[in-house]
């Protein structure tokens, strides 16, 4: 187990080279580089990672609140607490990865009232990684929730960056107060603020990086939504966590359950995965 900052991190390591570090704290995967030691995930230079602050950047683990839509903080309690180390080593492919759990405790029922048990699995290969989220109802009642891996990839710069993937995809656009529209683009590019959730969204997108050549696929299972996130310059610099200019180094592409929470009755649970895999520039 190592430490950034005061924080405890589990670092994984594949035999190829690729790395990946997971924050205890929100089971937080703030560092991947794959085998040719590409760096993959964008974390802000001005991250606190202190016990508490979301970590700005990885993937913060959205559970069980997406965003604002509800009365629990912004995006819910996971990505601030303090999830336990189930298990770390190789899996049966090879992967190197790690397995941490949250259950329900007295300061969660204080914000949710659920008995629930969340897993997150990070496993690394060589130009993959994958993050899956379980959740159980292990309560008598039905529970709702809202989630999200609020992936932010590294991009050389942000306005060369091209989703592939949306085209003909209805969204909801959070910068036009909720419209919902659909993209006619067959290729996204990134002008401005973008904060859109495009709804049953296609299981693969591309992600092309055009001043590296890099393009990262990602593929969901068990998410319904996908969500694009840029603040640009304008809320960048209201965010205290963001460096002025960081905006242009980053897109978040967040698989999501965000226009229609996930219902579980009591013994059900339901499984959600991202896998990202880097092709190389040309
Ligand atoms: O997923 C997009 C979003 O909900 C945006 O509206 C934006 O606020 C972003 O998440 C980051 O939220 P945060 O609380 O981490 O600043």
């Not at 329900?104 to 629930?116: Q, V």
């Not at 949306?166 to 603020?193: F, H, N």
């Not at 002025?244 to 959600?272: H, I, S």
């Amino acid at each position: 187990m190592a430490a950034g900052g005061a924080l405890p991190r589990i670092d994984l390591a594949h035999p190829s080279g690729a790395r990946a570090g997971v924050y205890l704290q929100g089971a937080h995967v703030a560092r991947w580089t794959d085998a040719a030691g590409g760096d993959l995930l964008f974390v802000s230079e001005r991250s606190a990672f202190a016990a508490g602050t979301p970590i700005r950047g990885g993937i913060p683990v959205v559970f069980p609140q997406f965003a604002d839509q509800g009365p629990l903080p912004k995006h819910g309690f996971a990505r601030t607490a303090r999830w336990e180390r189930v298990d770390a080593g190789t899996a049966p492919d090879g992967a190197a990865f790690a397995l941490l759990r949250l259950g329900d405790d007295r300061a969660t029922r204080a914000l949710w009232p659920h008995p629930f048990l969340a897993e997150l699995r990070v496993a690394v290969g060589a130009v993959t990684l994958e993050v899956a989220l379980r959740v159980a109802n292990t309560g008598d009642g039905t529970m709702a929730f809202t989630c999200a891996l609020h992936t932010y990839l590294r991009v050389g710069d942000v306005r060369r960056t091209a989703v592939e993937g949306l085209a003909g995809v209805r969204y909801l656009d959070k910068v036009e107060a909720g419209a919902e529209r659909t993209e006619e683009r067959e290729t996204v590019t990134i002008g401005g603020e973008t904060d859109r959730v495009y709804l049953a969204a296609p299981d693969r997108l591309r992600i092309h990086d055009g001043e590296s050549g890099r393009t990262v696929v990602v593929e969901k299972r068990g998410f319904r939504d996908a969500v694009v996130w840029n603040p640009w310059e304008e809320l960048a610099r209201g965010l205290p966590d963001l460096g002025d200019d960081e905006y242009l180094r980053m897109l978040c592409v967040e698989p999501a359950n965000a226009a229609e929470p996930v219902r579980l009755a009591p013994g059900e649970e339901w499984t959600g995965t991202q896998r990202l895999r880097v092709e190389p520039g040309g």
